[in-house]
């Protein structure tokens, strides 16, 4: 089976500047997980959607990142206006049910100038 | 959040050695699993061990729980190249199934 695709693989932009990340999740996997993994660091989660639905955003940065998952498939990260902090790799996964585990993207390498 | 700390940070060995890594919380876990993650990667889960006293082996891999489940270690043996990559351990929580990653060990095996 195809893996969770995310694009684009890599991303410049100059602080204060937006961008936004994409997810395809591996078909047929209702959950799925943004994280952000810091270098040095082991992923942390962002938000959960079950379906189109949120499910635990607790730990997203709300006042400058936004994550939507309409259809219940896709889904897109954005920050804006991204600061220094934000260099990172994003991370999506999916996950069929509980008993399943996490797959996860290769991610989007972002760097803040 | 219960804490994982991986140690060491980093590992740099010869083709042939073996290496341990070591994860360890102060809490005590319903399971924790290891992932591997190469550069330019996602993580890519190895196992998951629940039980306390806990040995499970995958090739030259070998994976410990510790008896009271507070801490695990991951044993290579005879390492190869394709052995590099970020080590990265992680509790599930049993009631939301969220993971929780420590930091990881870099693991660097040279040819």
């Known amino acids: 089976e195809a893996g969770v695709a995310q694009s684009p693989r890599y991303k410049i932009i100059e602080k204060r500047q937006s961008v936004a990340f994409w997810c395809n999740p591996i078909s047929g996997h209702a959950t799925l997980y943004w994280y952000q993994q810091i270098l040095g660091q082991g992923p942390k989660l962002l938000i959960q959607?079950?379906?189109?639905?949120?499910?635990?955003d607790s730990q997203l940065p709300k006042d400058r990142f936004s994550a939507e998952r309409l259809k219940g498939v896709d889904s897109t990260l954005k920050i804006q206006p991204a600061k220094l902090e934000d260099s990172a790799v994003y991370l999506c996964?999916?996950?069929?049910?509980?008993?399943?585990?996490?797959?996860f993207g290769d991610g989007t390498r972002l760097s803040i100038l | 959040t219960q804490l994982l700390e991986q140690s060491p940070q980093f590992l740099s060995i010869q083709e042939g050695e073996n290496l341990t890594v070591y994860c360890n919380s102060s809490s005590v876990f319903s399971s924790l699993q290891w992932y591997r993650q190469e550069p330019g990667e996602g993580p890519v889960l190895l196992v998951t061990v629940v039980t306390g006293g806990e040995v499970k082996k995958l090739k030259r891999l070998t994976f410990q729980f510790g008896d009271a489940r507070k801490d695990s270690s991951l044993h290579i043996t005879a390492a190869q190249p394709g052995d590099t990559g970020l080590y990265l351990c992680a509790h599930l929580r049993s009631n939301d199934y969220k993971l929780s990653f420590g930091a990881g060990t870099t693991v660097t095996v040279r040819a």
């Open positions: 996964a999916s996950r069929l049910n509980t008993n399943q585990p996490q797959h």
């Open positions: 959607f079950q379906n189109n639905g949120v499910v635990d």
